[in-house]
Structure formats: structure tokens, C-alpha cells
């Protein structure tokens, strides 16, 4: 089965350290979304993309985050410097999503998430 | 803005036991899909529902999308251990239909 690859499933760091957390999309998906999933607020959509191009990155903290995709094969989320509140997991989802932002939901446009980046910062 | 509000919040059952969600809004959704998330695990799509009073069936797993679409109601028949997880239904945007939006989540334990 194809899957979503992402790196670490772990991290623990210490509070004003670098973290950058990676994902391997399906390949032949053109959206990349990253989530972040805690206890009190479920899962925040942090951003996506599509085609690479970085459609909407409004829940994500901008003066600490950065979400990239350098090529179709790598996402990437960094968070510099991290904070103790920033602790949570971290999900890449790709998926095939066909049409224009008002284009209805099909079949295609399933989400296949990845397992996860548990992301502890002390 | 647009909220999913599933319930109950947590369950506990016995193997063998049928099991009953839901997921209500104020808002209509086009979409209702029904994800569920294994411990230490992203979230994988149970079933998904286009039109609505659909009911739709994945082996013992059967959701319904709502006459009103602004809910949508999840039915696992026989619980076994492995249906252990935490159950979330999702919507697209309004808004922007490639955002989802997710409740919280039903979080399910099977005693064996």
C-alpha cells in the first residue's frame, strides 16, 4: 500500500531549539496539508499546498513556523524557535484533490495521513 | 465558523456490543466522512458520504448522512478489541471546500 512517510516519529528538545519534521507525500498527490493534533483542540490544519505552491498557511503561527515543499517528494515543517506549547503531534496528509477551491468532494479527494511526528519540547 | 460536535466524547463497551456516534452542526455540510485514528496512528477513512440521507456500509461499520445535512450518525455492529480508537467525522470548509473541518473525536474502548 502506498502511505505518507514521515520523520522523526519522535523529537524531544528543549525550549528555543530548531525542529524540522519531514514528510513524504504519496507519490502522484498533488495537495500536501499539515496538521497539528492536540488534546484540547483536536486537529488544527497548520497548512497546505498544492502542486507545491503553498495555498494557505493562516493557522500556523508565522513568526515561528515554516511549512515548504521543495520538490514533490519532500514537505517540510520547521518551527525555530520552539516553545514548551508548541508539544503535540504533527501529521502530513497528502491526497489527490481534483478541481477548483469550490469543486466538489469525490471519491479522489481522500486525505492518506501519515503517522505522525510526536513532538515533545521541554 | 463552521464546528463538528460529536458525541459522546468517550465510550466504553463490551465486546460484542453495537456502538453508536454521532456528529452534529449549525451548518450544512455537503461531505460527512468518518475517520478513525488507531493509537499512535494518523487518522484512516472509514467511509465517506456525498448526498444526503446516504447510508453507506464498510463491513460492520454503517454511517448516514443526515436528511438535514447537519449531522451524520456512525454504527459499528459486534465491537472487537481492534475497534479500539478515537472516531472523527469531518466536513470540507464552506468556505473552502480543500479545508476540512473536524470534531474533537469519540474515543472508543472494547473490553474483550
Known amino acids: 500500500d502506498a502511505r505518507v512517510t514521515q520523520t522523526p516519529r519522535h523529537k524531544v528538545t528543549e525550549m528555543g531549539q530548531e525542529v524540522t519534521m519531514r514528510c513524504q507525500p504519496i507519490?502522484?498527490?498533488?495537495?500536501v496539508f499539515w496538521y497539528r493534533q492536540t488534546m484540547m483542540q483536536g486537529l488544527e490544519l497548520l497548512a497546505y499546498?498544492?502542486?507545491?505552491?503553498?495555498?494557505?498557511d493562516s493557522g500556523m503561527p508565522k513568526d515561528r513556523f515554516s511549512a515548504e515543499m521543495p520538490d514533490a517528494t519532500l514537505a517540510t515543517l520547521k518551527i525555530q524557535p520552539s516553545e514548551p506549547r508548541d508539544s503535540a503531534v504533527y501529521f502530513c496528509?497528502?491526497?489527490?484533490?481534483?478541481?477548483?477551491?469550490?469543486?466538489?468532494?469525490?471519491?479522489?479527494?481522500?486525505?492518506?495521513f501519515g503517522a505522525g511526528s510526536r513532538l515533545t519540547v521541554l | 465558523g463552521q464546528q463538528l460536535n460529536q458525541s459522546p466524547q468517550s465510550m466504553f463497551i463490551q465486546e460484542g456490543e453495537d456502538v453508536s456516534m454521532n456528529c452534529t452542526s449549525s451548518?450544512?455540510?455537503?461531505?460527512w466522512l468518518w475517520y478513525k485514528q488507531d493509537p499512535g496512528e494518523g487518522p484512516v477513512l472509514l467511509i465517506a458520504?456525498?448526498?444526503a440521507g446516504e447510508l453507506t456500509s464498510n463491513g460492520r461499520l454503517t454511517a448516514q448522512f443526515g436528511i438535514t445535512r447537519k449531522d451524520s450518525f456512525l454504527n459499528i455492529s459486534a465491537s472487537i478489541p481492534s475497534d479500539v480508537g478515537i472516531y472523527f467525522c469531518?466536513?470540507?470548509?464552506?468556505?473552502?471546500?480543500?479545508?476540512?473541518?473536524w470534531g474533537l473525536g469519540t474515543s472508543l474502548a472494547v473490553n474483550p
Open positions: 496528509a497528502s491526497g489527490l484533490v481534483l478541481g477548483g477551491l469550490a469543486g466538489a468532494w469525490s471519491g479522489a479527494n481522500v486525505l492518506t
Open positions: 507519490l502522484g498527490h498533488n495537495t
Open positions: 499546498f498544492r502542486n507545491r505552491a503553498p495555498l494557505d
Open positions: 451548518s450544512i455540510f455537503n461531505t
Open positions: 458520504l456525498y448526498k
Open positions: 469531518a466536513g470540507p470548509n464552506a468556505g473552502n471546500n480543500r479545508k476540512l473541518i
